[in-house]
DNA sequence: AATATGTTTCGTTATTTTACGAAATATAGA
DNA sequence: TCTATATTTCGTAAAATAACGAAACATATT
C-alpha cells in the first residue's frame, strides 16, 4: 500500500504526470525535460529526486549530463504507463510535450540553459 | 488533463484511497466509513466531500442519513478501480477494511457516533 | 414543540508541498 | 588549472492540504 500510494502521489502533481509522459517517449536529460517545462531547474530537480524516490524513475550519468529514464523494472511502472496511455493519449498538453520532445535533441537545448532562453 | 488529474489527487491520500476500495464493496453510509477510518468527522466529511468534487463518488439521501457510492456513471472511475483492485488486491489494510465493512450494518455502527464508540 | 441522531460547515492550527534564487558540486574542455 | 556547462542542495517563502473541535443544519422520533 505504502508503495503504490507513494507512486500515485508522485502522479498527483502536473508538472510530474507530464514529465511521466515525456519520459515514455525516450530517456531526457535534465535540460530537455527543462526546456519543455514552464518552472526553475531547482524545482525541476525537486521532481526528479522525488519521482525516482517513488520509484517511477531512474537516473544515469553520462558525462556532465544525468540522463532520466522510466524505471521499467518496476512493474508498476508499466502498468500505470499504459493507463495513463489510454486516459492522456489525447490530451492535449501532453501531445504538445510530446511534440516539442520530438524537436528536441541535447545539442540544441543545453548551453542556453541558464540564459532563459527556450528553444 | 485536470479532471484526470483531480482524480488522481483524490487518491493520492492514504484515508481517500481505503474510502474508494471500500465503497466498491457496497454503498456505505458516514457513519460505517467512520467505524472503519480513525479520523474525526468532520475530517471524514472533507474527504468525501473533495472525492465527490473529483467525480469519484456520489451522494445519496436516505432519511437521516447520507449514502455514498461509486459514481460508475463516470468511465473513469471503473477503469480506477479495475486498477486499484489488481495493485491492491492483496493489501492487509484494505483486506482488513473490506472484513470490517463486511461485518457492518447501519444499525449497530451508528448511534455511537459521539460515544466515540467504534463497532 | 422538544429531543436525539447523522452529517456538514466553520474557524483554526499544524504539516506538507511547491516554488524560487543562490550557492555548492561535478564533469568536460581550453 | 581555470572556465564553462549541467545538475543538485540549501534556505526560505507562499500556498495547499489534512486535521480537529465546536457550532450549525437536517431529519426522524417522542
Redesign the interface.
Known amino acids: 500500500?505504502k508503495d503504490?500510494?507513494s507512486a500515485?502521489?508522485a502522479?498527483?502533481d502536473?508538472n510530474r504526470?507530464r514529465i511521466f509522459c515525456m519520459l515514455k517517449q525516450r530517456p531526457l536529460c535534465v535540460c530537455e525535460i527543462y526546456a519543455v517545462l514552464d518552472i526553475a531547474l531547482s524545482t525541476l530537480s525537486q521532481h526528479l529526486k522525488l519521482m525516482k524516490s517513488a520509484g517511477l524513475i531512474d537516473d544515469e550519468k553520462d558525462g556532465r549530463w544525468v540522463i532520466y529514464s522510466l524505471n521499467r523494472k518496476n512493474g508498476?511502472v508499466t502498468?500505470m504507463m499504459d493507463?495513463l496511455d489510454?486516459?492522456?493519449g489525447a490530451?492535449?498538453?501532453?501531445l504538445r510535450d510530446r511534440k516539442k520532445v520530438s524537436g528536441l535533441s541535447r545539442d540544441i537545448c543545453c548551453s542556453a540553459l541558464q540564459k532563459g532562453k527556450k528553444r
Chains 1, 2 share one sequence.
Open positions: 500500500m503504490f500510494l500515485v502521489k502522479l498527483s502536473e504526470m508498476l502498468r493507463f489510454r486516459e492522456l490530451d492535449e498538453r501532453i
